[in-house]
């Protein structure tokens, strides 16, 4: 783990995974983020004892001190380390945001594949299983 970063984890052949890497990067002045795509084994280890089933589910991230966030909450890890949206987490952290932040999020989420491009073509590593139709 990188002393003093934030983990987060995501899925490096998701289209919006990879717009809100490039998108959020840039506010990252202090470089306080470190993305790592778990399709990756050696990431994936690191992300012990998450799977790929709970990392593709919600998207995880790992503080420095090393705790885990995922979903909504991981979003707020972020937010609170960049210096321009850091004013943004308190307001997400009341209700209603509590409240429909999650719901929003699982549904962008389970449907990242459809909405923001078709997945990655099946690999030895069996990733396309992750987004087929049937669960």
């Given at each position: 783990m990188s002393k003093n970063k934030i983990e987060v984890y995501t899925d490096g052949g998701c289209?919006?995974?990879?717009?809100?890497?490039?998108?959020?990067?840039?506010?990252?002045?202090?470089?306080?983020?470190?993305?790592?795509?778990?399709?990756?084994?050696?990431?994936?280890?690191?992300?012990?004892?998450?799977?790929?089933?709970?990392?593709?589910?919600e998207m995880h991230a790992r503080t420095p001190a090393g705790r885990w966030a995922k979903g909504t909450r991981r979003?707020?890890?972020v937010i609170r380390v960049l210096p321009r949206w850091r004013w943004l987490a308190p307001i997400l952290s009341i209700w209603p945001f509590t409240r429909l932040g999650p719901v929003f999020y699982r549904w962008v989420a389970g449907h990242r594949?459809?909405?923001?491009?078709?997945?990655?073509?099946?690999?030895?590593?069996?990733?396309?299983?992750l987004h087929s139709s049937e669960k």
């Open positions: 289209n919006l995974c990879r717009w809100t890497r490039a998108h959020v990067e840039p506010y990252d002045r202090g470089h306080r983020i470190e993305w790592l795509d778990y399709n990756d084994p050696a990431i994936l280890r690191r992300a012990s004892p998450h799977t790929r089933e709970d990392l593709a589910r979003g707020l890890r594949y459809t909405l923001f491009g078709v997945p990655p073509p099946c690999d030895e590593t069996g990733a396309c299983r």
